[in-house]
């Protein structure tokens, strides 16, 4: 008798029983149940920061810098799939931001992008004898800008992002009115 016991009881404390009300307020994001919004956040809100500290005086060393940063969120963001269409939107919009900044950094890993300080402005000039674009400069500040936006899109996603929580309350409260309404 002890041992139905015991095991009615360790049926009753099982992981399934006890996660869903933890897992309850994750998004509802493929391939997992858990996408860490607020990682995303901490690591957009770190590299903004991190980035902005002495701008003036910045090198071709920060491409590298960039690239340590945006690497992980881009592998982030390429590796989930939200349910909603708005939040595909915004991953979409993301993973360009990201690319792009990538891209930029694998241009400036060639040699073919190099930063130079004009009056204490970088600036980004693609070199003489490059084919396309020789000579063209713009200034740094567009990548800072262009890591706020990542900052701001990862901010909305989490506000954006509705949790199971709030899924099974739409779902209950659409059965109520169904139900209602027969």
């Not at 060393?61 to 960039?66: A, V």
């Not at 936006?149 to 409260?173: G, Q, Y």
Request: charged share 20%.
């Amino acid at each position: 008798m002890k041992t139905k016991s015991r095991k009615s009881y360790k049926k009753k404390i099982t992981r399934k029983n006890s996660v869903p009300e933890i897992r309850s307020f994750y998004p509802n994001d493929l391939p997992t149940k858990f996408a860490n919004l607020w990682f995303r956040l901490v690591i957009n809100l770190f590299t903004v920061l991190a980035l902005g500290i002495h701008f003036t005086s910045i090198d071709s060393g920060y491409f590298t810098t960039i690239t340590i940063f945006a690497l992980p969120l881009f592998y982030e963001y390429a590796r989930f799939r939200p349910m909603e269409i708005s939040r595909r939107r915004l991953r979409r919009a993301e993973l360009s931001i990201l690319g792009f900044i990538l891209f930029l950094c694998f241009l400036g890993f060639m040699g073919i992008l190099n930063i130079i300080c004009v009056k204490r402005t970088p600036y980004i000039i693609i070199q003489q004898s490059f084919a396309f674009g020789g000579g063209l400069e713009f200034p740094t500040l567009i990548l800072y800008i262009l890591t706020w936006l990542s900052f701001f899109i990862s901010v909305i996603d989490i506000f954006a992002a509705p949790t199971k929580a709030e899924k099974d309350l739409r779902n209950a409260v659409d059965k109520q009115q169904t139900i209602a309404g027969r």
